[in-house]
């Protein structure tokens, strides 16, 4: 879970996080902050949960040690005020105390981050394969969504089930298998999820009715979502921030485009040769990213360091090698429920993850609706065949990529809000200006796409605006999440993506009976009404936002202050 605000804030111009933050979940796996405090309550009571509690002043005073569920606290009785300190205090207390913390020496190539640029370009192209695999297993089936239908005698709803199963999975399959990665590594975790993923797609080309379609794609997208959470964290393990540009670039197309891209290829390969032949397409390609997965290097730090310090362990019998990680562990039962249950309280307790995860659910929502609302445009209003109407998803990738240009153009209008200081709101304006142009498209979408003599490219036109807001809106509110709960970025952007997920994986159970029986422009007008009556959201939290973030216990406490005489913006750091 600790990966996902490295990997959302990959897309981030400037950083989100910043280096202490960064580094703080890239070598500790944890969130919140690291505070030197004199908590009064007894040594039981102290919980390494919320916080690190050590002396203020170790140089000092005298450190009193006390036992906490299996690791060390400090206790500093007469300290008046709680400050935090970062990973190299950190272990720097721990020193003292008498441990030899491990850490990678510099120049040796121990460090993921000092390695050759041939085996970090490695690292970056396979894991984003795995990615890809993944995005092209949830989309690629829509390339023939009515042949399982005719020959097993089923509604069209229990197919689109092989959809609506598989992107549940990307929602529930991280709670568990982020942490896991922390304790076994990204690379084991890798294997073992596209392992599973090719095994449980097999029966899918072989299945001899539906259920064994559905429930074998439900597996499957439990199994898949391990790229979701880890692949941006195991692209941030190996590159600084300065050098993610081209990185940043690959990763983000698999992750946006590749969706885009299964149903260009489904529908080809559905029109030619049949709705099985899809999967074993799918089969194939999953088979050799899982073959990929056998000679990716581990990246994640926490596990390198663990696996030298057992090594020096092991060679002086000098029990007191000890990474930070070792000594700051909580038992995985805990971090378990951690992962489990504090996304939970977010979504429902903190207004700028409920309304935010609200909107980018709607617009990933979108997203899977335009791989059902395509056929509807293309193939029964105009007649094309599945494969032609693949190629309209072009349209979509062209508005990606055109936001993608725009990235330079966003760091300048953040660098000028923020000239003063920095404050999470100055993230949003992106995602004002997407909230004006996604119902623009919604209507031009509804307008064109219902008539079959209104000339396709209008369609298509929509759907790069499409793609272009739909860009805009996400990576901003996914900025303004990790900037507003830097400290929690992990429980927030999990909570996120939970909603996310399960509210996305509902469309294809709904959309075929709400384009066909409202019409195809009267769904689409509903679509682009929602669209409108959430568009405030940005400019909501761009007035009032500071005032919610400074009411919670969880959220970053910058101020914007308006300077009386100029009227410029400027912030303080609470």
Not at 111 to 128: A, L, Q
Not at 329 to 353: D, G, W, Y
Not at 505 to 516: E, G, K, R, T, W
Request: positive net charge; contains cysteine; aromatic residues 12%.
């Amino acid at each position: 879970m600790a990966s996902e605000p490295i990997e959302a804030a990959l897309f981030t111009r400037p950083p989100a996080l910043t280096a202490e933050q960064e580094e703080q979940y890239r070598t500790l796996e944890r969130e919140g902050p690291l505070i030197v405090s004199n908590d009064s309550a007894s040594p039981t009571q102290v919980s390494r949960q919320s916080s690190l509690f050590l002396a203020r002043t170790a140089t000092h005073n005298t450190l009193q040690r006390v036992s906490t569920r299996g690791s060390t606290a400090f206790v500093k009785p007469e300290a008046k005020e709680g400050v935090q300190v970062n990973v190299n205090q950190l272990a720097e207390i721990h020193r003292k105390e008498g441990f030899k913390i491990v850490q990678f020496d510099k120049g040796t190539g121990e460090d993921p981050r000092e390695w050759t640029k041939g085996k970090k370009w490695f690292v970056t192209v396979s894991t984003s394969l795995l990615c890809l695999a993944v995005a092209l297993g949830s989309s690629i089936v829509t390339g023939d969504m009515s042949g399982p239908t005719k020959e097993f005698g089923t509604t069209q709803e229990i197919t689109n089930l092989t959809v609506t199963c598989f992107v549940i999975g990307f929602g529930i399959g991280p709670l568990f298998l982020a942490p896991l990665s922390e304790v076994l590594g990204r690379t084991v975790i890798y294997s073992i999820s596209l392992f599973l993923f090719f095994i449980f797609t097999l029966p899918a080309p072989l299945s001899k009715n539906i259920a064994t379609l559905v429930v074998t794609r439900q597996i499957a997208g439990i199994a898949a979502s391990a790229p979701v959470c880890n692949v941006g964290g195991s692209i941030a393990d190996v590159w600084e921030v300065k050098d993610r540009g081209a990185p940043m670039a690959l990763f983000s197309g698999t992750l946006f485009i590749g969706p885009c891209l299964g149903p260009m290829i489904g529908g080809w390969i559905g029109e030619r040769a049949g709705w099985r032949w899809i999967y074993w397409v799918l089969f194939m390609f999953v088979g050799v990213c899982w073959v990929l997965t056998l000679f990716i290097p581990e990246t994640l730090a926490p596990v390198l360091l663990r696996r030298k310090a057992e090594k020096l362990r092991k060679e002086t019998g000098d029990d007191t090698y000890q990474t930070l990680e070792e000594l700051e562990r909580l038992p995985f039962s805990e971090v378990l429920k951690i992962a489990l249950v504090r996304p939970l309280v977010m979504l429902f307790t903190e207004p700028i993850v409920i309304f935010m995860s609200i909107y980018l659910s709607f617009v990933y929502s979108l997203l899977y609706l335009m791989f059902f609302a395509f056929p509807i445009a293309f193939v029964e209003i105009r007649g094309w065949g599945e494969g032609i109407t693949g190629i309209a998803f072009v349209s979509i990738m062209l508005g990606i990529f055109l936001a993608g240009f725009l990235v330079p153009f966003n760091e300048k209008v953040y660098a000028n809000a923020t000239r003063d200081g920095h404050y999470p709101e100055a993230r949003l304006y992106p995602m004002m200006w997407g909230a004006f142009l996604m119902p623009a498209a919604l209507f031009m979408f509804a307008f064109t796409g219902a008539y079959a003599h209104v000339h396709w490219i209008g369609v298509c036109i929509s759907s790069g605006v499409f793609g272009f807001a739909m860009i805009m809106l996400y990576v901003s509110a996914n900025s303004y999440i990790i900037d507003s709960y830097s400290s929690f970025a992990a429980t927030a952007m999990a909570a996120k993506t939970l909603l996310r997920s399960e509210i996305g994986a509902m469309v294809p159970l709904f959309v075929n009976q709400m384009f066909h029986h409202m019409g195809f422009q009267y769904a689409g007008l509903l679509l682009a009404l929602i669209a409108t009556a959430i568009a405030p959201i940005p400019f909501v939290f761009y007035r009032y936002g500071e005032m919610i973030r400074l009411k919670s216990k969880r959220a970053s406490k910058d101020k914007r202050v308006r300077d009386g005489a100029s009227g410029v913006s400027r912030a303080e750091k609470v």
